[in-house]
């Protein structure tokens, strides 16, 4: 992992982050991508860097603007001369009822969900293709459950399970493409207590899980899965087994 690049978008906190510091911890340099968050982006950064000087960067962009996604994989890729690892990680995330849904509310689901990593992947592809690299791309158990309310959600991840498996098809065979798909890992900040509850009854190991679970199954992916593409690795306690 030493002296590989990865980057790492809608990076600056949660799981991003977690998984940010987890591959500069394995010795890879770290671009760190964020829209909003450029205090906590920068905080991040400061801190990889003075574990390790130069080892980490970060890197603004709209991801629902199409002109920022060259810029974006230019900065990685130029930032340390290559680019390994792309974690399609950014999502936005809020409800949309049918009846209520809007235009823009879709155009931002889907945008980020799925426009965004398509396009990024699009962009890296030479890049990822010189250095051997791997994609991972964060989708949601709901890809395949459909979450009550959260529709357009649920529409977006399916699709980047079916951009997962298209990319690596069109990638091959130089450059690995994977999915992991988290269960309930991080509550969403409006969900109360009994909903939680209820969310991990619903589980076979009767409990949540926490981002380093996400961590874990993101790192064997990119390190230890070199004869696995198109693959969408599942941490979620069993919740899917749930009838």
Known sequence: MQTK???VTGAAGRIGAAIARALHADGMNVVIHYFRSGTAADALCDALNALRPG???CVCADLLRTDQYRPVI????GRHGRLDVLVNNASAFFPTRIGATSPEQW???VGTNL???YFLAQEAAPALRA???CIVNLTDIHADRPLRNYGVYSIAKAGLVMLTKVLAKELAPEVRVNAVSPGA???PEHLDEDLRQRVISHTMLKRAGSPDDVVHA????????????GQVLTVDGGRTLYS
């Open 5 to 7: 690049t990865a980057l």
């Open 55 to 57: 080892s980490a960067s």
């Open 74 to 77: 230019a900065h990685a890729d």
């Open 107 to 109: 155009e931002e689901l």
């Open 115 to 117: 426009m965004a990593p």
């Open 131 to 133: 250095s051997g690299g």
């Open 185 to 187: 890992v991080l509550w």
């Open 218 to 229: 993101v790192r064997f992916l990119i390190r230890d899965a070199d004869y696995v593409t």
